[in-house]
């Protein structure tokens, strides 16, 4: 859910240039600008023009592959977790640390974005090992899940039936406020022996349905809107040549919307399949 710093990118503040630009001009110092020939502009004019890439700027397929590179390291660092379950604490709070860096530092660090995925990769497999002792099979059809709403939700954005707008995106933060407030209560409550259950309040039924159940529905959406929100970024910043750099940024908030997808899903397919 990172979004793009490109208004504070140094790429598009000019203005010191401008304002020493003038400061020439004034003293008398601007040197004579040389007048090229006719074989000199027919050369200009006969070499081909520069690719995006070539000129260091934003494309989709340098994101795709930066995204590729993000998971497969989380990937590896998944299979550490499963095996070493117990890491997944110290890896979730690392990993929290790292988020914030990544999300307020101005211009990405292609280092910091790959040890967030190793560190949150240690901590997804950790989680999904915990799921897995107590639901046989509820780690696979989490994958499966969680691959049919991202395919699902990027196939929609490709073919123009489904765009961020701004009344959405409001609508968006004003849940994920309330999300963040319901999180932090409950764990409160979970901490003082306020409620129990491993879900909390979650496990409180309404109608015989446990509040996990559409509450997990809700935040599902919620999540495949950040996804719409992360495609949309990824498109203005390929459309108006932003630099290379910020691919990473693209494929962290890619990253971080999907992980918590994932876990999402797993959460919500445990209320509904036979526990062990």
Known sequence: MANFAFSNSPAFDDR?????????????????????????????????????????????????VKTLVSFGIL??????????????IPAAIAGFVLALVNTFKRKPSPALVLTYAGVEGVFVGGISSFYAQLWNGIVPIAV????????????????GKVRA????????????????????????LMLTGVVD???????????????????????????????VVDFDQVKRGVETSQPRIYGWTAAFGIMVTVVWLYLEILRLVSYVMPRN
């Open 16 to 64: 010191a240039a401008r304002r020493a630009a003038a400061r020439d001009a004034a003293a008398g110092t601007v040197p004579p600008v040389p007048v090229p020939t006719a074989e000199q502009l027919q050369t200009q004019y006969d070499l081909p023009t520069a690719t995006a890439d070539q000129a260091g700027r934003m494309t989709y397929e340098d994101t795709i």
């Open 75 to 88: 990937i590896v660092g998944a299979a550490i977790g499963w095996f070493f379950p117990v890491l997944a």
């Open 144 to 159: 499966l899940g969680t691959l049919g709403v991202v395919g699902v939700t990027l196939a929609l954005f490709a073919s």
């Open 165 to 188: 707008s701004s009344r959405a995106t409001k609508v968006f933060l004003v849940l994920m406020v309330g999300y963040l407030v319901f999180s932090l209560v409950n764990v409160v």
């Open 197 to 227: 259950g491993y879900g909390g309040l979650r496990d409180v039924t309404i109608f015989g349905i446990p509040l996990g159940i559409p509450l997990g529905i809700l935040v599902v959406i919620m999540a495949a809107y950040s996804l």
